[in-house]
């Protein structure tokens, strides 16, 4: 279901910025830590945008790997690359910041880190039709 609000917004912003205008393609930036299901997603968008100016637009989506900085020696890793448990996991996708309190760098061991990538979901870009 989390695929279908993220849907939702996206096709409400696509209509928006394109201001009754019709909608050949959007580019969208998802981040990996989203664990959203890619096909789901494209089903969902075409679903709400039946019957809009969105109708039949193709929806491009581009992954962001996720990944982690350390701040303490400036290790960058991909946290879905090292061995968690998936509840862990599933608790990190809904509360990223939650990941300070079960990894670790993998180079220093510290848990000063930041999510420097792989969060969220943007539109890159949005084609309207001629």
Known sequence: MHEWALAEGVVGSVLGAAGGRRVAAVRLRLGELQQIDVEVLRFAIGELSRGTAAEGMEVEVQTEPA????????????????????????????????????MRCPRCGSSDFRISGGRGLWIESILIRE
């Open 67 to 102: 990944e982690f900085e350390c701040t303490s020696c400036g290790n960058r890793w991909n946290p879905l690359g090292t061995k968690i448990d998936g509840d862990i996991m599933e608790l990190i996708h809904f509360l990223p910041e939650s990941s300070k309190i079960h």
